[in-house]
C-alpha cells in the first residue's frame, strides 16, 4: 500500500514568506507555474521536512538558515501523509538562530 502526500503547509521557507496549505487529492498531481512561482521551493520543503535536508544543503550550495525567507524569522513545513486509513503528520522548523524542531505525530496521535 502507497504512501500518499496529502497535505503540506509551507511558511517562510525560501519563496513562501506567508504560510500557504496545499491540499493533494489521490492521483496524479502536476505543479506548474512561471518562473520564481515556488516550484522548486515547494519540492525543497517536502524534502526538508521529510529528512531534514534539502538538496543544496546536501551538495553544500547554501546554508540552512538561507532557507529562511529574507522576510521571516524561522520556517515551519507541516507534511501530512497518509497510508491506508492511518495519517501522520510531520513538522519541522529552523529559526535564524540555528535552532531546529521536528516533530512526529503518528495516527493515535502520540
Known sequence: ??????????EGFRYFAQKVSLELDQGLTVIAGPVGSGKSSLLSAVSYALYGMEPGLRRRFYAKSDLINARRDKARIEVVLKHGDSVLSIVREI?????EYAKLVLPDGR
Open 1 to 10: 500500500m502507497p504512501v500518499l502526500l496529502k497535505r503540506v503547509e509551507i
Open 95 to 99: 529559526s535564524r538562530e540555528h535552532k
